[in-house]
């Protein structure tokens, strides 16, 4: 069997996410909306218990983290304050020839002379900023007085409403808040599928810190971080750190990590893990004339604390997901001829979808009803798909090509017509492995949640 390019890889990745109900383009009927997309009903599923696992493990398997969610559109006063009005912006350049509109970093230079990527044409304008906040206006009036913008990171909510969680969860320094939501950045050119959108998710946590802790905690958090990605399921020899150098960290921030993946397109990155010192809590004190200090009640002291934030891209995490868990292998269809099997080889946890139930057959009235029973003893433990439709081998096709990890079959000796001692037991099927094992109805669900949670 030849192995795919990395360029086919992903456009076999596209093309299923689309087939299979994970990711579709947003406004597809209408010609789609460049740089958005809407997740299906599995991709909302695989989203979803990406989201759940980092909040069980960042919030509730810890006692030093609590959560919040904040609003989407907030005061401009906060943009202004943390410095994204002035200053979140790329350069932008524009070529003449085909009027693209191009980042600066992605003009191509050839024998010395730069050229449009997309044309070739050289003649191009100067860079210049463009502010990637999406811009709106609150209230009735269109003017300067009712301007806000779309959040670009959900960070600043957090920073907002530091002393108000602080003064609720009464929590001791080291201490962090954390947030999953909406956020969204007028990208110049969208691309590589979801991996660079317009509207995407983060899941982020500000943990605040004593300024001495704070190098400390930066090496904490990234190591927890690699983690985190082993514990779904992304192999540790796809996954980079990179440190990103002096001159292209931000100006507050003391160090930041990348944590980057192998996307069939290249390295890219997951998420960013900073110290950003205090200078978020001190602009936003600076700006509101509130005080956002902590008091030390042993030292009696009062000081704004630091911050170590990991910050992921949800979207990107579920895109490396999908593109770890393809694969392509032999198996034997019907006839026991070999055939390409096309398997996604999601970690239990992650998969949209647990466990396949099936009837052997679906014109047996009690095969059916036994593997019904099946499905509704399941169900409140698990998302379980029920499916009767055609040969065996095909359902267990159409689920290994969507990662569910079990398929369980009942047949004849379930009900107890071959040998009395397999009544009341079904097959279990594996998905990757593809190995089959007989158990008893009773002990499903047990096994089952043992290794989906
Ligand atoms: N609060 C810090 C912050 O927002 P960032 O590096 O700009 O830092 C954090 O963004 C993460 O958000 C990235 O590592 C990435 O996973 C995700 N992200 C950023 N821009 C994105 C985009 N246009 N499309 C999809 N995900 C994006």
Known sequence: ?????????????????KRRGFIFQSS????????????GPLGVELKRNLKNYWWRVMVHERDDVVGMDGSILMNRAVWKASGHEDTFTDPMVDCRSCKARLRADQIVEKKGAKQCPVCGGKDLTEPRSF??????YVGATEDESSVTYLRPETAQAIFAQFKNVLDVSRK???????????AFRNEINPR?????????EQMELEYFCRAEEGIKLLEYWKEERLKFYGNIGIARDKLHVLTVPDEERAFYSKGTYDIEYDFPFGRQELEGVAYRTDYDLSQHQKASGKSLEYFDEETKQKFLPHVVEPSAGVDRTVLALICEAYSEDQAPDEKGKMETRVVLRFHPRLAPIKCGVFPLLKNNEQLVAKAKQIADLLRPHMFVFYDEGGAIGRRYRRQDEIGTPFGITVDFETLGEKDSAL????????RDSMKQERVAIKDLANLLVAQIS
Do not use: H
């Not at 597809?28 to 997740?39: A, C, K, R, S, V």
């Not at 001791?172 to 909406?182: E, H, R, S, T, W």
């Not at 009544?423 to 594996?430: A, I, N, Q, S």
């Open 1 to 17: 069997m030849s192995v795919p390019s990395d360029s086919q890889r992903m456009e076999k990745i596209v093309s299923l996410c």
């Open 28 to 39: 597809e009927i209408y010609g789609g909306l460049n740089g958005l997309w809407d997740y």
């Open 131 to 136: 502010n990637l906040m999406f811009k709106t």
């Open 172 to 182: 001791k320094l080291p201490f962090g808040i954390a947030q999953i939501g909406k």
């Open 192 to 200: 590589n599928f979801t991996f660079r959108s317009r509207e995407f």
């Open 423 to 430: 009544c009341d037991t079904v097959t279990l099927r594996e």
